[in-house]
Nanobody
């Protein structure tokens, strides 16, 4: 079994910072892309940031320059440093990983359970 466990969400005032993390655990063979998505009430889930196994990163225009994604490949963990948070960043943040379990030959997509981020004064 493979699972993604997120932590580090919460409530902050505008201009504040948070650093959620997501750890993949279980029988993991190889990890490809890891990233973060978010879904606000009444809206579709959208990409926030993604990091490939080779170190390439990509960001949504709305967060570029404020958010930084990073990975610890030895720990199969991805982080999202969120600075200068705005009320419009309020959403449930989901971690996604494309990985191959050690007992298989195919890469599959796995999702975390989501962590709430609320930005409000």
């Amino acid at each position: 079994q493979v699972q993604l466990v997120e932590s580090g969400g919460g409530s902050v005032q505008p201009g504040g910072s948070l650093r959620p993390s997501c750890a993949a655990s279980g029988r993991i063979g190889s990890v490809n892309d890891m990233g973060w998505y978010r879904q606000a009430p009444g809206k579709q889930r959208e990409l926030v940031a993604i990091a490939t196994s080779g170190g390439t990163t990509n960001y949504a225009d709305s967060v570029r320059g404020r958010f930084t994604i990073s990975r610890d490949n030895a720990k199969n963990t991805v982080y999202l440093q969120m600075n200068s948070l705005k009320p419009e960043d309020t959403a449930v943040y989901y971690c996604k990983a494309v990985l191959r379990p050690s007992y298989g030959y195919v890469f599959n997509t796995y999702w975390g359970q989501g962590t709430q981020v609320t930005v409000s004064s």
